[in-house]
Every structure is written in C-alpha cells, then in structure tokens.
C-alpha cells in the first residue's frame, strides 16, 4: 500500500515524533473548533454586552451534548478504517470509508431535525433567566442548522486522521475559523445582527469546513479516495462503526449532560456566574484540546498496529501517548494559569465576571492531569474496538458523582467553587475505574476481527 506525502507509517520505526506530528496537528484542529465558539462569546462581550455573552455560554453544554454523539461516532470510523489499514484489508477499508460518509450524512440530518424540537424542553430544564433565555435560543436555533455540515467534517476528518493525515483538517478548519471571525465583526458591527450574526457566521464556517475536506477526499489517493458516484453502506462496517463510535460518543455525552446539570446550577449563581463559567470554558477547553489530541493518537496508533497484531507496540503506543500529552498539557496549564486575568479580560472587563472565571480556571486547568490518564486509558481501549467499558464507568462515575454533590455539597454551600469542585473529584474517581478496566483487558486481548 502506497502512501501519501501526509499518510504516516504507524507500524514501523520510532513512536514519539510520529505521535507528536499526529496529534499536535489535530490538538490545534480542536482549539480551531473551539475557536469558532470562542469568536461568538469575545465578539458579543466585547460589543453587545454580559447577557449575550452568557446566552451563548449557556449553550455550550447543550452544544457539547450533541457534538460528543458526532464526535464519538466518527471515532468508530477512525478505529475501523485503520484496524483494516493495518491489517492489509484495503478493500474493507474503502467499504468502511464509504459507509462512513454515508453514515455522516444521515445522522448529521437526523441531530438537527431532533436537537430543534428539543430546545424548548431543555431550556424549561435549565430554567434559563429571563433576561438571556430570549437571545440563547435565538443562537442555538440557528447554530443546530449547521449539525449536518458538523458531522460531515467530523467524520471525513476521521477518514484522513485513520492514515495518519491531521494536517488536511486542520487546514480546513483554520480557513473556518478565519471566515467565522471575519464574518462574526461584519454581522456584529456593520449590520448590528448580534446573537443571531454570531450564529449564522458560525453556520457558514462550519458548512465551508465540511465543503473543503469533500474536496480533498474526491481527490485524494488510495484506500481513503471517495467516489460519489459509488457509495454504498457495508453492512459488517456500519455495525462495526456504531459499535466502537456509538458508546464513544455516550461517553462524551456523559460529560456533557453532567455539565447541563452543572451549568443549571450556575444559572441559579445569576449572569456574572454564566458569563465567568463561558469565558473560563472557552479558555479551559484548549488545554483538553490538547489531551484529547495525544487520547486521539492513541487510540489510531493501537487501532493500525493491532490490526497488524503488534500488541508490544500497542502498548508502547499508549504509554508514549499519554508521557507526551501530560508535558504538553502541563506546559499549557502553567501559561493559562499564570495570566489568567489576563486571558479573561480579553473576553469581559467585568471585575466580578474575571474573579469568578479565575476560580473556575484554578478548579478545572491544576487538575487536568487527571484527564490525560482518562483520555488515554479510554483511547487506547477505543483503539482495540473496547468502546462499551470506559462508556459504562464514565457514565456511572462522572455522572453519579456530579449529581450527587449538586444535591448534597451545593445544596448545604451554594458558591461557585463549591461548585466547580466536582470537576477534579468526579475525574479522579473516574480515572481509577478506568486504570483498573484497562489492566483487565490487557490481560484478556482478543485478536482482531477476520
């Protein structure tokens, strides 16, 4: 099998530089997608005011919600294209390529249609004040109508990543963010649109991100090379897909609906809470950007070679993945938390709004650590088609511990950091089911499918 200039060989030769050129690339493609909600919440504080500013920030759980399924499900699409990668099976690669796209197209339609009817329920559920509940819903209306293009970049983005291209995403997504920006200024400042500009230049980024990696795959080479003329959904891939990619993405919605219970509970601390909670987010998220990115590798780099049946260098894999995730997040979380003011300030001058956002910050950005031996315990299970168990403990874990202590902890101290204090507790515990599923699988490897 030929590969491109930008494939990678993952079976063979050192892991640490390769790691690092796979995941950096698709860490920054994550900041990129993040930077396209960031753009909304510094344009609307900076020029419309706190209120707009936090009727977006409230829709960042409800956003992240729906993201993590997508997320999730193209993950599945990565894990099986490069499982038949590695194991030499080019034309069970390109069935699971083409069911991907497929695929992409369907639930991406599929989100939107159902996301719409339930923005009212949600926002009964949050009970949204008053005063942003008219302008968030106004957002995240028009936002839902870019669902279908999301997932569409999402699983394409997977179709490259599988043979080791993060670069194309990556560059898809910059051009994105750059559109978003640009359009986020003319629709803020020359026609005076506000929440709802914000939105829709956030709809077009997205639909021009999905339009650039179509290109790119139509004229791409090999096994990932897309004909739409030739489509067809492989019934074996499809259900290998959902397998891995469907409890993938219920464990990032784990997350997220822990984080709409918590973001209810912020609610309830009034707008400077909701306005510090999205500032500190937007900030915060680059940092798991990061970790999640070396996760990433690992799960591709043990997806390829234990399809080749290298389990040696799969474990290898992990472990160099995850060294290399905590120096690089740990040199993040040193600058972010040394200028954080500052970094807050950017997004609103409020002086309550950045004392806030500053204890959010201390609370999710000290700790992070702990999520690099979640993201990579849980990828490298991910990348041997272990998907359900790391679902299952993070649903039980992250959830039942955040539930818990909104009910007990905040209910008995209603502050703000008695309430950010559930992030690092509820990913500490998390983290130990995680190390102990991961030494009971190790032990109990399966070979690869036939």
Not at 121 to 146: D, H
């Amino acid at each position: 099998m030929k590969l491109s200039t930008r494939d990678m060989d993952m079976l063979h030769g050192s892991l640490w530089d390769k790691i690092i050129l796979f995941a950096l690339p698709l860490a920054l493609t994550g900041v990129m997608q993040q930077l396209l909600n960031g753009a909304d919440i510094f344009t609307l504080g900076q020029f419309v005011g706190k209120n707009a500013m936090a009727a977006v920030g409230n829709n960042i759980s409800m956003v992240g919600l729906i993201l993590s399924l997508m997320m999730g499900l193209s993950l599945g699409a990565n894990v099986v294209i490069a499982q038949n990668i590695g194991a030499q099976k080019i034309d069970r690669a390109h069935s699971a390529v083409n069911t991907a796209f497929v695929l992409a197209i369907g639930a991406g339609i599929f989100f939107c249609l159902v996301a719409e009817l339930l923005v009212a329920p949600i926002f009964y559920f949050l009970e949204v004040p008053e005063s942003v509940v008219g302008m968030a819903e106004t957002y995240l209306r028009i936002f839902l109508l870019s669902l279908p293009a999301i997932s569409l970049y999402n699983f394409q983005a997977a179709i490259f990543r599988s043979k080791g291209d993060t670069r194309t995403p990556l560059i898809a997504l910059a051009v994105a963010s750059g559109i978003n920006i640009w359009l986020n200024l003319l629709f803020v400042l020359r026609f005076d649109w506000g929440v709802a500009g914000v939105a829709a230049a956030t709809v077009i980024a997205n639909v021009v991100s999905a339009i650039i990696l179509l290109l790119a795959l139509l004229k791409s080479e090999g096994v990932i090379k897309l004909d739409l003329h030739a489509l067809n959904v492989d019934r074996e891939e499809l259900l290998e897909i959902v397998r891995i990619g469907l409890p993938a993405g219920v464990q990032g919605m784990v997350f997220s609906l822990s984080n709409l219970l918590i973001q209810a509970a912020i609610n309830s601390l009034g707008a400077d809470a909701m306005a510090a909670s999205a500032a500190a987010f937007t900030i915060e998220i680059n940092v798991f950007c990061v970790v999640n990115g070396f996760g990433q590798a690992a799960t591709t780099f043990v997806g390829q070679n234990y399809g080749a049946g290298n389990i040696k260098r799969c474990k290898r894999a992990t472990w160099v993945s995850m060294g290399l995730s905590a120096l690089f997040m740990q040199t993040l979380c040193c600058f972010i938390l040394f200028f954080a003011e500052e970094v807050l300030s950017l997004f609103n001058s409020d002086p309550e709004v950045i004392r806030l956002g500053v204890i959010r910050l201390w609370y999710i950005v000290a700790p992070e650590i702990i999520n690099v031996i979640m993201e990579g315990l849980s990828g490298a299970m991910r990348g041997y088609g272990i998907s359900l168990t790391p679902a299952i403990i993070t649903l039980v874990c992250v959830c039942g511990v955040r539930i818990v202590w909104v009910f007990t902890a905040f209910a008995k101290i209603p502050t703000y950091a008695t309430l950010m204090a559930v992030y690092p507790i509820s990913w500490f515990i998390t983290a130990i089911f995680l190390a102990v599923a991961y030494s009971y699988h190790m032990k109990r490897l399966k070979p690869v499918r036939q």
